[in-house]
């Protein structure tokens, strides 16, 4: 599974007009998205390309309980620690990261602005619905893998598909159509 490297961002990098650059395409094909459904409520997330991130995913679909911790994040222990293979040595997070506390094996979500933290690896970022978790006391979280719109190429209109022939011909394959 593949990963969208720009996570932080609102908007991900893709084009507002005009064709779209074979970076903007691979972008567009590798973005990973997750779902948290708290008290009923949907709140999804985007993950980065990062070991630690591929390694979450294999635990997904899971339920866990999200406690207070600090008034800052809502933290849960995973059943098993993740990899750490080429992560930084900490992470300075902000509201809505989705991040790894690799000292104590435990998933943190950050409702509120924090300090650098040594052993902190980031997994993603909350696209939007972060309230959700601001309030006093644990709760009940299941997590799941979710498609992206237009995360198969599929599922792409017949414009999104013309703006990628244009912006990368040399792939560009006729097939004909036996309607």
């Known amino acids: 599974m593949a990963f969208n490297s720009a996570a932080r961002g609102a908007d991900n990098g893709a084009a507002s007009s005009g064709a779209k650059s074979s970076a ?3 972008e567009r094909t590798s973005t990973m998205k997750i779902r948290l459904t708290i008290n009923g409520k949907a709140i999804n997330a985007t993950l980065i390309d990062n070991a630690t991130a591929k390694d979450f ?5 899971m339920t866990l309980t999200l406690e207070d911790y ?3 994040e809502k933290i849960s222990y995973l059943p098993r620690k993740l990899s750490t293979a080429g992560a930084p040595a900490g992470s300075d997070p902000s509201v809505g990261d989705v991040t790894y506390y690799a000292p104590w094996g435990n998933l943190a979500i950050f409702y509120r602005d924090f ?3 040594t052993g902190l690896i980031q997994l993603g970022r909350i696209d939007s619905g972060i309230q959700a978790l601001s309030v006093a006391g644990p709760l ?5 893998r ?3 719109k237009g995360g198969h190429p599929m599922s792409w ?3 999104e598909l013309r703006k990628i022939a244009v912006a990368d011909d040399r792939h560009l394959r006729i097939v004909p159509s036996y309607r």
Do not use: C, N
């Not at 995913?57 to 679909?61: K, V």
């Not at 009940?140 to 799941?144: C, L, R, S, V």
């Open 115 to 117: 300090r650098y933290s």
């Open 70 to 72: 600090a008034a800052t």
């Open 140 to 144: 009940k979280a299941t997590i799941e």
């Open 24 to 26: 903007t395409v691979e």
């Open 146 to 148: 979710i498609e992206s």
């Open 57 to 61: 995913l294999t635990l997904l679909p």
């Open 157 to 159: 209109s017949r414009d």
